[in-house]
């Protein structure tokens, strides 16, 4: 059977080829519960990264693709769908997602999505903590000491909870990015690191 490997999101790659003319017409991301969906129902189920929920490929174009077979590669973290689509699969309208060529190295662009600013952010403590720039907010906390540090997290855990039980959007933003960074701060003054975190987290799925 094989086991699907997972990336630190809890997806996996899925390219989609057309089973009559085996041209590669799209790729995209699924999770345990889309591929369950795509399995049971033989129509293709994606995880939309950017709206962080699920997505049933042809919901809102009527171009659906039905699965005739799937595989993964020898790694298990990438599978392969073999479909028939009802139409063009593209958003532009064209039959494949890969229609523009390339013969020279394109520019590049920074995805500025996602929760990798955490271990961006962390790293920036990080240095702070090791070279102590005197101006510096975070400077200051280490100065402070670790009780400081934890009192601001305690702080500022009080005032996210408020702007959510008072319905204020915006206010929990702001508020949670406040603690969030606190508690990194926390994190690097006992020594410890977001990696700890992530692998309690891991051990608590299921």
Known sequence: MGTIQLDDKGLVPVICQNDETDEVIMLGYTNPGGLK???EGKEVWFYSRSRAEMWHKGEVSGNYMRITSATMDCD????LLKVKPDGPICHTGNETCFSTPFDELPDFERSEKGPGILEELFSVIQDRKEEMPEGSYTT?????GVERIAQKVI????????????GDREGIVREMSDLLYHSLVLLSALGAKPEDVWEDLRSRRG
């Open 76 to 79: 298990g973290d990438t599978l």
């Open 37 to 39: 969906r795509t399995l």
């Open 155 to 166: 702080e500022e855990a009080g005032e996210t909870a408020i702007a959510g039980a008072t």
């Open 140 to 144: 200051q906390l280490f100065n402070e």
